[in-house]
C-alpha cells in the first residue's frame, strides 16, 4: 500500500527527493513518516508530518538538511534531502500511523502502521 522511490546513489553535499505513493486507501488524516536503517543498526526515525502539512518532527542529525512534505490530493509523502552525508547512507522507509498522532510521539516506531518496502540511499565521500 506504500511505494517508495527516489532513492540512488549521491556524492557527499548533495541532494536527493524521495516519494511515497499510497494505494489502496487514503492516509490523508493520518500522521506520515520516515524511517531510516543502516546495516548492523536498528531502524530510526528521520521525519514526520501532521495529515494537515504544518506540524513536522525530523531527528536531530537531519534538522536543517532535511524537509518533508505530503501532498493529500495525491495521497503522497516525500522527503527532500539536501547536504547528504555519508552517514545518512541506508534503506528509507515511509510510513502511515493508523490515525493521526500527536507530534510527540511522531519519533515512536510503535505509532506506525503501515510500511512501504524501503529505498536505498548510498552516499559517497
Known amino acids: 500500500q506504500l511505494q517508495a522511490s527516489g532513492g540512488g546513489l549521491v556524492q557527499a553535499g548533495g541532494s536527493l527527493r524521495l516519494s511515497c505513493a499510497a494505494s489502496?486507501?487514503?492516509?490523508?488524516?493520518?500522521?506520515l513518516g520516515w524511517f531510516r536503517q543502516a546495516p548492523g543498526k536498528e531502524r530510526e526515525f528521520v521525519a514526520a508530518?501532521?495529515?494537515?502539512?504544518?506540524?513536522?518532527d525530523y531527528a536531530d542529525s537531519v534538522k536543517g538538511r532535511f524537509t518533508v512534505s505530503r501532498d493529500n490530493t495525491k495521497n503522497m509523502v516525500n522527503l527532500q534531502m539536501n547536504s547528504l552525508k555519508p552517514e545518512d547512507t541506508a534503506v528509507y522507509y515511509c510510513?502511515?500511523?493508523?490515525?493521526?498522532?500527536?507530534?510527540?510521539?511522531?519519533?515512536?516506531?510503535?505509532?506506525?502502521?503501515?510500511w512501504g518496502q524501503g529505498t536505498q540511499v548510498t552516499v559517497s565521500s
Open positions: 510510513a502511515a500511523a493508523a490515525s493521526t498522532v500527536p507530534r510527540q510521539f511522531y519519533s515512536v516506531y510503535g505509532e506506525y502502521s503501515y
Open positions: 489502496g486507501r487514503t492516509f490523508s488524516p493520518n500522521t
Open positions: 508530518i501532521g495529515w494537515r502539512g504544518s506540524v513536522m
